[in-house]
């Protein structure tokens, strides 16, 4: 919404009473005089809103802001829009209006990482903007479950991407600002918030859509080969390669604790261990994945003393155990990518294992060679997203 509003709507927008509103003009927290705000005001009144709950009360902010100390004016800029006002609708009047079972309405803001609201809270407009992604799956038939994760997963991987952002702001543009002394107007630079945050969004969206093309394609490909499989024409390989996946316990929260430098020398650490191990036995780097990495061995026997040597090789570095999986069997490249469903079934065997073990498939012993590699049977466990069970076992040096 842009343009004039009345005192009690935009009062209802911001979530405070008129009167409460009222008051933040006369401090001249919002400039102007009357009765008519802006939306910039409506940010005006939630930040400020926002502060007293921190602890700061109205009064030393307008104080601050009289002397010349702080301003607001930069919610005036275009990039601050996603500071969302409260729609007129509640949880549960949605609720009532679509197919939407309230709990899940309610799971938005959960997600976004907010105290859970009650059905009666009215809702935000943000978060008005899910409900038509809702409603279809929910009419479409698509299990409560299947919902419930994926707006989790996709709250804990936007609030991520927010944080950084806003640790990548404060590092490049607020606290040089305040070490060259610039005015309270000069810090915020609204100017190339405005440049910024459009092409920051555009890069977001690009990177976004070439990860969906990836996943789809590993989709297209694994359902291809399960009808393959299925027609009885999915040819068996006589030296078939293996796919390795390897999880650094915790690497990515280690790595965000600690200062920039040393996490990149961390990373660098890492890269040289698995890159020199894996060359070393025919194998090469295919992708790093949040705490790990992806291998490709063109022999599985090879591949499993890399994957023990790089297994003692990283706790020895100082960096946390690490738990693997591999599998073997026919797989598909693309653009510098594997697929299908030796690879999904390998991510899913190093989920499984515990920190300090090599799991593989039978189908991995089978093809392996190597004299002083053993094999100790875990038996058949299951494991999620794989259809039926699936025979592991655990390797180790003789």
Known sequence: MTGELPLEQAADRAGVEPAYLQRLRDLGIIPGTGTVFSEGDVRRAITTR??????????????????????????????????????????????????????????????????????????????????????????????????ERLMRVAGDATRRIAE???????????EPGMAAGKGVDEIGNPELSDKISPLAEQALLSIYHAQQAREWSANIIGGFEQL??????????????????????GYTRLT???????????????ARLVQRSSAQYGGKTIKWLGDGVMFY??????????????????????LPPVHVGMSCGPVLFQEGDYFGQTVNL???????????????????????DE????????????????????????????
């Open 371 to 398: 004299a002083d590699i053993g094999f100790r049977e875990i038996g058949s466990v299951d494991l999620k997203g794989v259809a039926g069970s699936t025979e592991l076992l655990l390797a180790h040096l003789s």
């Open 297 to 318: 061995f063109a022999h599985p026997g090879p591949g499993v003393r890399a994957a023990l040597q790089m297994a003692d090789a990283i706790p020895a570095a100082g």
């Open 346 to 368: 390998s991510a899913r065997i190093a989920d499984y294992a515990r920190p300090g073990e090599v799991l593989v498939t039978r189908s991995v012993v089978e093809a392996s």
């Open 256 to 270: 965000q604790e600690m200062g920039d430098d040393a996490a990149a020398e961390l990373a660098a650490t890492v």
């Open 164 to 174: 950084q952002e806003a640790a990548w702001w404060r590092s490049e543009v607020i």
């Open 50 to 147: 926002s502060l007293e709950n921190a602890g700061i009360s109205v009064d030393v902010f307008a104080e601050a802001m009289q002397s010349g100390a702080l301003n607001l004016d930069f919610l005036d800029s275009e990039a601050y829009e996603r500071f969302s006002g409260l729609c007129d609708e509640t949880f549960q009047q949605v609720s009532d209006r679509t197919s939407i079972p309230v709990e899940l309405l309610m799971l938005i803001r959960e997600s976004i990482g907010m105290a859970q609201p009650s059905p009666d809270d009215r809702m935000r407009e943000d978060e008005l903007g899910v409900v038509p992604f809702l409603e279809l799956q929910v009419d479409t038939g698509f299990r409560t479950p299947a919902i």
């Open 228 to 249: 393959l499989a299925k027609a009885g024409v999915h040819s068996k390989l006589e030296q078939p390669p293996a796919i390795c996946f390897l999880d650094i316990t």
